[in-house]
């Protein structure tokens, strides 16, 4: 099946600087991606919608100044996390709709510390 | 905009027993209603999904039904085994779009 890959996986960073998390789409293209976020024994929570050439639409309370997305091509999303603090700790998820099958698939998540 | 809502959070059965988990949405116009499997640090793995324009579905152990008019929808696993600890989420999936607003998940363990 489609294969959504995220990297990094892991990822500690100090608190008040900058982490990138990228979704690729490996098999297929992807003209919408979603980034989720899941705080620990909680639900997935959609944070924004990424459209390939166009802005990123937010949900309502999630900062887009804070949580960076840019989706330059068909199969590479990206989700930066700015001046991190503590409380961003979380599991971040991306999906990517692959319009053939009209099938959303998942990444393998991000885990993100701020130290 | 639409809105899940998931019971119970927490079940525990015995094996062989069934486990139904229930969810029920807001938006009418929600048309597709998957149901996925997230054991810990791991991404979701679809398990099973129903469209509005049918009330049942079954694979194997695992069938959902639908109530469109009420607005819920159920997960049923039969003859529950180990394996099948996980959390469990529901989505509902908002006509005309992609995205997926997942109810608050339920902790199914399965007692040996």
């Known amino acids: 099946g489609a294969v959504v890959s995220q990297h990094p996986s892991r990822v500690i960073c100090k608190s008040g600087t900058s982490v990138k998390i990228e979704c690729r789409s490996l098999?297929?293209?992807?003209?919408?991606m979603f980034w989720y976020r899941q705080f620990p024994k909680q639900s997935l929570m959609l944070m924004a919608t990424?459209?390939?050439?166009?802005?990123?639409?937010?949900e309502q309370g999630v900062e887009k100044d804070k949580f960076l997305i840019n989706h330059a091509s068909l199969t590479l999303s990206t989700l930066t996390v700015t001046s991190a603090h503590p409380e961003d700790s979380s599991f971040y998820i991306c999906?990517?709709?692959?319009?053939?099958?009209?099938?959303?698939?998942f990444g393998e998540g991000s885990w993100l510390t701020v130290v | 905009g639409e809105n899940v809502e998931q019971h119970p959070s927490t079940l525990s059965v015995q094996e062989g027993d069934s486990a139904v988990i229930k969810c029920t949405y807001s938006?009418?116009?929600?048309?597709?209603f998957p149901w996925y499997k997230q054991e810990l640090g791991k991404r979701p793995q679809l398990i099973i999904d129903?469209?509005?324009?049918?009330g049942e579905k079954k694979d194997q152990r695992i069938a959902v039904t639908l109530n469109k008019t009420a607005k819920h929808f159920s997960l049923h696993i039969t003859e529950t085994q180990p394996e099948d600890s996980a959390v469990y989420f529901c989505?509902?999936?908002?006509?005309?779009?992609?995205?997926?607003?997942f109810g608050t998940g339920t902790r199914l363990k399965v007692l040996a």
């Open positions: 999906s990517a709709v692959s319009l053939e099958g009209n099938t959303i698939y």
């Open positions: 129903i469209r509005s324009n049918v």
């Open positions: 098999d297929f293209q992807a003209t919408t």
């Open positions: 938006d009418s116009a929600s048309n597709y």
């Open positions: 990424s459209n390939e050439g166009s802005k990123a639409t937010y």
């Open positions: 989505a509902a999936n908002p006509s005309g779009t992609y995205k997926y607003i």
